[in-house]
């Protein structure tokens, strides 16, 4: 029984955490022409009751579909801005993502724009929190 409500409380606390570091919208999805450059934007919200810091950053994710086609988000994800920053308690933060469309691609791709947080007071937090954010990006036709 024990048992039972240490897990019950680690999963409370686990769904807090989930919940209490907010960014909208969940997902993008664009519709894109070679050659042309995007600006998109993620609002990030601390509902924490500290301080935390934010270093943005990205990575591929594939498509079932078109693994052979996939370029890497390197080639196309050209500036995040602000590059790190420092969120107060209930304060909001906008990020700022200009994704290049290289004239190669083909069919569609994607990215995930992920959000690691740092806990800046003294007692930091148990695990490493990270939020991500798929952009999905598919040629016009």
Avoid at 44 to 68: G, H, R
Avoid at 88 to 103: C, E, M
């Amino acid at each position: 029984m024990k048992k039972l409500i240490l897990l019950f409380f680690l999963f409370i606390f686990a769904v807090k955490i989930c919940y209490a570091f907010n960014i909208s919208p969940h997902r993008y999805e664009l519709n894109v022409v070679r050659g042309k450059t995007y600006k998109i934007e993620f609002k990030i919200v601390n509902v924490y009751d500290y301080t935390i810091s934010v270093k943005p950053c990205f990575y591929d994710k594939k498509l079932p579909e078109n693994q052979k086609q996939q370029i890497s988000s390197k080639k196309w994800i050209k500036k995040i801005t602000p590059e790190k920053f420092v969120l107060k308690p209930k304060k909001t933060k906008k990020v700022k993502v200009k994704i290049y469309i290289p004239k190669e691609m083909a069919g569609k791709s994607a990215v995930m724009i992920s959000f690691p947080i740092e806990k800046l007071e003294a007692e930091q937090l148990p695990v490493q929190m990270v939020v991500s954010v798929p952009v999905y990006v598919s040629l016009r036709e």
